[in-house]
């Protein structure tokens, strides 16, 4: 593995690769996971590695900022794809009460904040769909329509005649 001699990035990783500690166990005096610490660092790798092993992707730690937050002020949409993907909430706030999204855009980075935006409206599209469909459900086909039955009326002309009695 090749590591970028960066001093923060290199004492993040290190601390991502330190056996014996609980996955969701605070690893800094910030209160900061390992996934806080490779979201921050933009490595997805490392953050699905954490993922896999059971960590708490909406874990806030001492600015209330969830691993979610991290990956949105570094600009790695890499690592936001990975969160959203996993169901991360995207609507959390820190402290000073921003979303991951107000972090990308405040820092800059355009393609992240879009991406968050998409996935925001995309959510609210399908909730509002499922609330109409659980007000609704004739409309979303989840209750069969009522049915009517015909009959045959002997007529005079041979015809047959149109009965208006339910089914039930």
């Known amino acids: 593995m090749l590591l970028l001699d960066s001093g923060a990035e290199v ?9 014996g ?11 900061q996971s390992p996934a806080h610490l490779a979201a921050q660092a933009g490595h997805p790798f490392f953050l699905l590695w954490q ?12 600015f209330g900022e969830a691993p979610i937050h991290k990956a949105a002020k570094v600009g790695s949409l890499e690592c936001l794809s990975l969160l959203v993907a ?27 904040a879009k ?6 409206h995309t959510q609210s599209m399908k909730l509002s769909e499922q609330s109409k469909c659980s007000f609704n459900t004739d409309n979303c086909g989840l209750l069969p329509k009522n049915k009517r039955a015909y009959r045959n009326v002997d007529n ?13």
Not at 21 to 31: H, L, T
Not at 92 to 106: P, V
């Open 21 to 31: 500690g609980a996955v969701n166990a605070p690893r800094d005096a910030c209160g």
């Open 115 to 120: 991406f968050l935006t998409t996935v925001k």
């Open 86 to 112: 996993s169901n991360a909430l995207i609507d959390l706030r820190n402290k000073n009460g921003q979303t991951a999204e107000d972090l990308a855009w405040s820092c800059g980075f355009l393609e992240c």
């Open 156 to 168: 005079s002309n041979g015809k047959k005649q149109r009965s208006d009695a339910h089914l039930c």
């Open 51 to 62: 993922l896999q092993a059971g960590a708490d992707l909406n874990q806030q730690d001492a």
């Open 11 to 19: 004492d993040s990783l290190k601390r991502l690769l330190e056996p």
